[in-house]
Each structure stands twice: as structure tokens, then as C-alpha cells.
């Protein structure tokens, strides 16, 4: 079937394929600049046409905990929120990490700390790959860097979740929400039918009861499920890299930056090669796991890297450890809500590396 | 090709729908497009503007400081963005309750006095429509049967009986500039 061309924005990119995707249940709360994902949800009705629940909870903290319920269910769950309402939750989502559950969360990021700004901001990198709730766990995440990414990431994100029972955060900022750009949609998938062996379902006569949780207060036990996951992180870190390239092939000088950081550097590159400085971009695009190995294999072909975020330089550590010392990394972003210019990353590019 | 536009008036003067049937026009023609607000609290009253870049190629940032066009619907649009517009680039303003008028001799300025037309032409609504037929006069990137889809795509069904309407507002703006033009 052919997939159907619109002009969409992100936000709204990401609800039509919730639907697409054979989502079964949707548990949000508004919130700037994320709301058109559950206004859209709202005028779909898609109780109606797929079956999928759309529903607003009466906060955060009940629609992470609706996910859980649902998630536990087998059933294909997603919450979305923007940076407050993401840090509010936090528990849930360590729970469901805990109990080994497939869910997505979209965060829409905005300027923090605290209420923050409602502008477009990266501050929330630590919080999504490094924890965020309390425990040894990680989530996958995603950073798309397009509306048609915003809408195709959907489906490989349940994907993924499915396939490692893990939840999965896409990472995506106020200004990929609240753009409209042309995306095409792929057709419809039917609800799916069939629930997991692992779903607390009911007890059929033919195997033992299911049990999700997250409490084991035994801590030998304990300790080997935290080994466990590991492995299972470790097998993530493996096979699901994903990463995009951008003249990287002759680069003296990489910029690394995720969604529209990325966007606002491949015209940066474009501007320094103009001025015949060799700049490339390496855009990862799973932020867990990290293009470590490749960035470290970059690291021996160019004289430096800057990590460009709308953040006080969060990424940049990663992009640190991945380069283990090999040639001077640094950080250049703008905070608060406000996106970095092409023109500038060019300046800030020859400052620290050509001088002037 | 790539035209990169900024519009920006105040909140409720059509600034985002403009460059919304923009984007929507684009996407008829087979361009690659981008729409990107300025949203929050200033659209509540305060300014508005929005960035529209309409390309052959893909587009990279969709947030830009220079701009090859600038179409102007306030003083403190005009006073914010004159400096961003690129050297040779075009300036569109509506002189509607302008004291500062542009002062850049690097820059192609057009005057369209398009409120003050389209409350002649006893439709106040279409202001916007005859601005965009002026900047497509200057800059002819779409076609106007691109546009005329572009408008049908972006108004609600219920106000397709406007379409008429607005086409005949593309037009007048079109002639405008088509006199502008002349007289240089």
C-alpha cells in the first residue's frame, strides 16, 4: 500500500501513527508544547475505527501508572509529556523498567529546571539515558530529528520495546513538536490479537501464573535479575545502534548533535565547508545505546569534536568516553529555550579549533 | 532553488496561516517544506511570526537568522527583522501603521498597502491572501494553481466558499506589485 503524504506537525505526526501502529491505549496529561498529541488523539476518536483507548488522566502520575496496568496487560501502551511532567513520571517509568514492560514515552522537551521555559531545550539527555527514576536501569532512547522521523519512530519503538521487553523514550524537543513539515504515513496495522506469554492475561490450566513486579526483597535474587538486565543492556548496545552521517567521510572536524541540534548543524557544515573548513556531522540517533565505537573509530581521522546541544553540555561526556582522550572534545549549546544558529556553531567551531 | 521566508505581524493578523497555505503550496509543487512557529505567550496578543522554508533539496535547519524574504505586518516585526534579511533579499511590508519606514539600500523594499486594499475590496480577512500574491509576484516559486490547492488543503471545508474569495485577493497583490514594478 502506498503511504499517504501530509503536512503535519510533530506532535500531531506522532498521534496519527499511534494510531497506524496498532496502539492500544493512549494515557496522557497536556502540557506545552506537547498538547496537539492529545488534542489530535481527542478529535480522532479512534475508539471508533481501531479500538484504541484515549484517555486524560487526572495527572502524570496516574497516566504513567495506567501505562504500567496496561503494559502488564501485554497490551501496545504510550504516555507523552514534556520535561515536568516527565520528571513527574519518573517513578513509574523505573517501575516499568523494574517489571520488564514495553511502553513508549515521548518527551517533547522544554527549558528546565523546574517550570522552565516552554521553548525547545535537550536538557533532559541525563535524565533519559542515565536513569532519570532511581535504580540500575536504561531505557532505549530514540532522538528523532524530523516530523517523519516523529511519526516513523512510533512504530520501531514498540518494536524495540517488544523485542527486549524495555521500555523506550523518544526524545524530541518543542521545536520538532511544534514544526510542520511533509511526512508520509504508512497504512494502517491492526491491533494485535495475540498477548505475550510473559502478559498477566489470566491463568489458563496450562501454565503457572504470571507475575509482574518490580519487588524482589530477597537480595541474592535481586542481584541476579539486576545481572540480567544487564545483559540484556549490554545485547542492546550490540545490535541497536543507530546513527546518521553527514560528510563525515573527509572531516577534519566533527560536530555531534542529536535532533534539532542536528538539524541547525548540517547547515553549519554546509556554512564552514563554504569557508573551506572541512566540518561533518555524526547525528545519533539512539542516544541509548551510543555510537561509542563509531565516534571512537571518528576520533582517530579528525583533529576535534564539538558536541552541539540546547543544553549546559550533557551528551558531551558521552561524546567524551567515547573519544577516551584521543583528540580535544568541547561543548557549545544554548539554554533556557533558545536554539542554537547555524552561523553560530560555525563561530564557536573556529574559536575553539582555528582561532578567531 | 531554496527560499527562506520569515512573516511576521501581530498575533491574529493571518501571520501563521499565511505561511501555513505557503508550506501547503509547496507541498503541491513536489517541494520540500518547513513551518516553524514562534509559539507561547507572545502569540497571545504580542507578536507572531513564523519561518517558512520552501526547497528543492532537503531542508536542513528549520530555524534560520537570515532571510531571503521578510514580509512585515507591524513596527516591531519591521524593527526586529530588517537587519536579518540578506543582502540583495526582498522586504514586503504593509505601510498600515508604519512610522519607521525600512531604511536598507542593500534590499529590494516593496510597499503593499494591503489592509488598507482589502477593506476596499469590503473583504478585511483576505489582507493576508493579497500580501502572499504580492511576495508571489516578486518571488514566483509556486504556481497559483499550486497555491489555489495549497488553500484548499489548509482552510477547513466548511470555508471553501472563501476560495473564490482569496483568489481574487492573490491577484490584486499580484497587481500591486506588477505597479511597483512598473514605476521603478
Known sequence: MEKELRLMKGNEAVAEAAIRAGVDGYFGYPITPQTEIIEYLMEANPAETTGMVVLQAESEVAAINMVYGGAACGKKVMTTSSSPGISLKQEGISYIAGAELPCLIVNVVRGGPGLGTIQPAQSDYFQSTKGGGHGDYHLIVLAPASVQEMADFVDLSFELAFKYRNPVLMLSDGAIGQMMEKVYLSPFKERSKTVPEWATSGKPSTRERNIITSLDLDPNRQEVFNRKLLAKYDEIRKKEVRYEEFLCEDAEYLLVAYGTSARVCQKSVQLAREQGIKAGLLRPITLFPFPTKRINELAGKVKGMLSVEMSAGQMVEDVLLSVNGKVPVYHFGRMGGIVTTPEEVVENLKSKFIGG | ?184
Open chain 2, 1 to 184: 532553488m531554496t527560499e527562506e521566508i520569515i512573516i511576521a505581524g501581530f498575533g491574529g493578523q493571518g501571520v501563521l496561516s499565511m505561511g501555513k497555505i505557503m508550506a501547503y503550496s509547496g507541498v503541491m509543487q513536489d517541494m520540500e517544506v518547513s513551518w516553524m512557529p514562534s509559539y507561547g505567550p507572545e502569540m497571545r496578543g504580542g507578536t507572531a511570526n513564523v519561518i517558512v522554508i520552501i526547497s528543492s533539496e532537503r531542508i536542513s535547519s528549520p530555524i534560520i537568522k537570515q532571510f531571503d524574504t521578510a514580509i512585515i505586518l507591524n513596527q516591531q516585526s519591521l524593527d526586529k527583522f530588517e537587519s536579518s534579511i540578506k543582502p540583495g533579499g526582498v522586504l514586503i511590508y504593509d505601510g498600515n501603521g508604519i512610522t519607521r519606514h525600512p531604511e536598507r539600500k542593500d534590499i529590494n523594499v516593496y510597499r503593499v498597502d494591503a489592509a488598507e486594499e482589502a477593506s476596499r475590496m469590503n473583504s478585511p480577512k483576505t489582507f493576508n491572501t493579497i500580501v502572499l500574491g504580492g511576495f508571489l509576484k516578486v518571488k514566483p516559486i509556486i504556481k497559483l494553481e499550486n497555491v489555489l490547492k495549497g488553500l484548499k488543503k489548509s482552510l477547513p471545508e466548511r470555508y471553501h466558499n472563501l476560495i473564490p474569495m482569496n483568489e481574487k485577493a492573490l491577484k490584486r497583490g499580484e497587481e500591486i506589485i506588477k505597479e511597483i514594478q512598473k514605476s521603478l
